[in-house]
């Protein structure tokens, strides 16, 4: 079945706590299982930047979880394509806490597809892959629980 992927950037509520992200990830994890949905999350303190890639049909019901999300607003899609093969299948939903900076850096990046051709060098999508991997090189490091 063909793959896709969504990015998209949002701001988290003000008085999000981190027992109320541990428990959406929990949700959101579960979730995942079930619509075949894999990924990673990263959050600065203030704005999350999630990956999310699976067959279309999970991939939709997943999205429209997120978009209908209130623990966050201002949600805008950074790309969404068709992936050849999933970057992330072990992860039904990873995150992790990044600076501010290399969120930034990610979100500011053109962005064009979702795959690490080397005339997109810089691109949105490489910098995510390497600031998720970050000095390991590994693309797949155990998950990080963002709260506890
Ligand atoms: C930043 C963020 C990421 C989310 N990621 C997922 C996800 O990967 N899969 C999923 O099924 N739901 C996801 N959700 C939705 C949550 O699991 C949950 O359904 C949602 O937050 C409902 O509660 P709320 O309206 O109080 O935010 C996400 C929500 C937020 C805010």
Known sequence: MPLRAIVYVS???AELSLAELDGLMADAT???RMAGV???LMFDGACFLQYLEG???GLDSVYARVVNARRHHGLRQLAS???QARW???WTMASRQI???ALAAIVDAPWEGLSLEPALAGHGFERLLYTWMGGGGELEPAAVSLGS
């Open 55 to 57: 067959p279309a049909d």
């Open 11 to 13: 701001q988290a509520r």
């Open 38 to 40: 894999t990924g990673v």
């Open 88 to 90: 992330f299948p072990r």
């Open 30 to 32: 579960a979730f995942n």
């Open 81 to 83: 394509a068709r992936v």
């Open 99 to 101: 600076d501010a900076q």
